[in-house]
């Protein structure tokens, strides 16, 4: 099976922007999860979506935002960027249902705002 | 509020010796734990987890021990390889809800293997 893919793999915007990230998770997989990772603050949860509805959702501000396909594919965005946002931003899917199986995680997208 | 924590941020240790990683936790509601792998420029990589019903899990080089009255968990590597270097992260979650994507990660050690 092909693991998750993210793309982009990098990205650079300028501070006041919005972004689009997409993530497609492994085949069967209907959980998908978004996480931030900075050096300061580890890995910290942004939200969970399983069967297109937000399942869980982390202490992230409403300029953070999220949705799920019919595929189970899930984009992230972020709007009115600032520089704090930089970041590696990890989507890990999930069968979902019952924890039978660990989160897999993509590669990550790097945003960097400037 | 910090509820997994990791207070080691790095540890360097011999090839051949063991590696200890230590974790703590302060939410009695995670029954499930996790450790996962980390490389630059790459996801983490799920290592070995241990459910709360039980105190010891092993797999390979690799044994996780649980210790629910300390809310403290360790990770064993033994022996420890130079590959094994990279960010070791702990996770919890409370796997009996439906949180089961709502992973709580420790800040992470970064582990150094030396030949």
């Known amino acids: 099976k092909a693991g998750v893919t993210q793309t982009p793999r990098y990205l650079i915007k300028t501070r006041g922007q919005q972004v689009t990230l997409s993530c497609s998770p492994i085949?069967?997989?209907?959980?998908v999860s978004w996480y931030q990772q900075t050096p300061g603050q580890g890995l910290q949860f942004l939200f969970e979506y399983f069967s297109e509805t937000q399942r869980n959702k982390g202490n992230f501000p409403g300029r953070f935002s999220g949705r799920q396909f019919s595929n189970s594919r899930s984009e992230m965005n972020v709007s009115t960027l600032e520089l704090g946002d930089s970041a590696l931003y990890l989507c890990?899917?999930?069968?979902?249902?019952?924890?039978?199986?660990?989160?897999?995680f993509g590669n990550g997208t790097r945003l960097t705002v400037t | 509020d910090q509820q997994v924590k990791q207070n080691s941020p790095s540890l360097s240790v011999q090839e051949g010796r063991i590696s200890i990683l230590n974790c703590d936790y302060t939410?009695?509601?995670?029954?499930?734990f996790l450790w996962y792998k980390k490389y630059p420029a790459e996801g983490p990589t799920f290592l070995i987890s241990?459910?709360?019903?039980?105190d010891k899990n092993e797999d390979g080089r690799f044994t996780v021990f649980l210790n629910k009255s300390a809310k403290h968990l360790s990770l064993h590597i033994v022996p420890s390889q130079p590959g094994d270097s990279a960010v070791y992260f702990c996770?919890?979650?409370?796997?009996?809800?439906?949180?089961?994507?709502?992973?709580?990660f420790g800040q992470g050690t970064i582990l150094t293997v030396h030949p």
């Open positions: 085949s069967g997989h209907r959980s």
């Open positions: 939410n009695s509601m995670f029954d499930y």
């Open positions: 996770a919890a979650v409370n796997a009996g809800g439906t949180s089961y994507g709502k992973l709580t």
């Open positions: 241990i459910s709360s019903i039980k």
């Open positions: 890990a899917s999930s069968p979902g249902t019952g924890f039978n199986s660990p989160l897999h």
